[in-house]
């Protein structure tokens, strides 16, 4: 299919209808993640052919993690997309890997979360656009974020990063931090008739722990960063025990915390578990990543937010691989189309005219550098 760009005093400027047609194309590979099965032949040799005369190099990690960094020209600028996405949810109402319009609305998997901010960028690249950095990475739902941190393994000299989530078309500056552990609780086994079942059972040491957790993730609610309130602190999985009439040997208590913009995320997990009279040795760290800005960025990401000339957004409790270039020294933002409301559920979709808005930004931002 082959849509042509709008001409505009001499000049090729994108259409939505271009967009449409590469977010058909995106939409179409199945890149879930997991499985993150990935190939070749698909969704990295359709990005490939749509970036020609651009120097392509792709970077393959293992395990379905590769990044793909398109350059052309003299770019300022690295704007980067996560081409994964979460896998199907029950309650779709059409192919989840067929574009469908209704309603001034794009549906399809990954439409909203973040293939169609994707395609706004090939649209821009269609028309010409001579000066640009890319970097599409396929591991962003994972929960390692192996791609970025590998990138920045490297020396890059960019003035600033544009991380595409979806932000309704306003410029992010700041969102939480991550980190999510498991707490492990043991005791000796025996009949639940001994006395000793009371306070030697694992899932009681657990449920007396996850009050004290919660009773301090409620006092933090005192803290806040723009509209963000305190620490959200989550339980998300238990798993522990064997049957009733034996005494519980052995608990895994899940959970997430999500500290504020400013914050230190190992400090904030240390703090929790002296306040709820946990040590360090019972708990295993899983996924660990800074909130947005690091290094005191804010100022930095502002002045970039400026300079592109984007409407700025609030903070924003979500988290992004952003923090990832901003703990690196970069000025970093998040900017996409679409709502984070409309991310990871099923029926997924993109309003048109959020495409509209940040196709345009796009333009402007790779032609008027």
């Not at 100022?299 to 270039?325: D, M, R, S, Y």
């Not at 005219?353 to 402007?364: I, N």
Request: net charge negative; glycine share 8%; with cysteine.
């Amino acid at each position: 299919m082959t849509v042509a760009c709008n001409k505009t005093e001499g000049l090729a400027t994108p259409t939505v209808q271009q967009v449409k047609k590469h977010l058909a194309a995106l939409v179409s590979f199945d890149t879930s993640n997991p499985p993150r099965n990935i190939k070749a032949s698909g969704i990295i040799e359709y990005l490939r052919s749509q970036l020609p005369g651009a120097t392509v190099e792709v970077m393959d990690y293992g395990n379905g993690s590769i990044n793909i960094l398109a350059t052309k020209g003299q770019p300022q600028y690295l704007f980067n997309y996560h081409i994964d996405t979460v896998p199907v949810t029950d309650g779709w109402d059409s192919d989840p890997f067929t574009l469908i319009e209704n309603d001034n609305k794009l549906y399809g998997l990954g439409a909203c979360d973040i293939k169609g901010a994707a395609a706004c960028m090939l649209a821009c690249i269609e028309c010409g656009a001579e000066d640009y950095a890319v970097l599409f990475s396929s591991d962003e739902e994972h929960g390692n974020s192996l791609c970025i941190r590998s990138f920045l393994e490297k020396e890059h000299a960019y003035k600033g990063i544009i991380v595409a989530e979806p932000t309704q078309g306003k410029a992010v500056l700041a969102h939480r931090g991550i980190i999510t552990a498991t707490a492990n609780f043991n005791a000796e086994s025996g009949h639940s008739s001994e006395p000793r079942a009371l306070s030697e059972n694992s899932n009681h040491q657990a449920a007396q722990w996850m009050s004290k957790a919660i009773d301090w993730a409620k006092h933090q609610l005192s803290e806040g960063f723009e509209d963000l309130k305190g620490s959200c602190f989550n339980i998300g999985k238990l798993e522990g025990g064997i049957k009733p009439n034996i005494i519980a040997p052995n608990t895994e208590v899940k959970f997430g915390l999500r500290p504020l913009p400013g914050c230190d995320v190992e400090g904030t997990l240390v703090d929790l578990l002296e306040q709820s009279d946990l040590s360090l040795e019972q708990v295993t760290v899983g996924f660990k990543a800074p909130a947005l800005p690091s290094n005191n960025g804010y100022e930095k990401n502002l002045h970039l937010a400026t300079e592109l000339e984007l409407p700025i957004g609030g903070a924003v409790n979500f988290w992004t691989e952003a923090a990832l270039f901003s703990e690196a020294g970069f000025p970093a933002l998040v900017f996409g189309p679409g709502s984070i409301q409309q991310a990871h559920t099923a029926n997924e979709w993109v309003e048109i005219s959020q495409l509209e808005a940040v196709l345009a930004a796009y333009w402007r931002m790779l032609t008027h550098g």
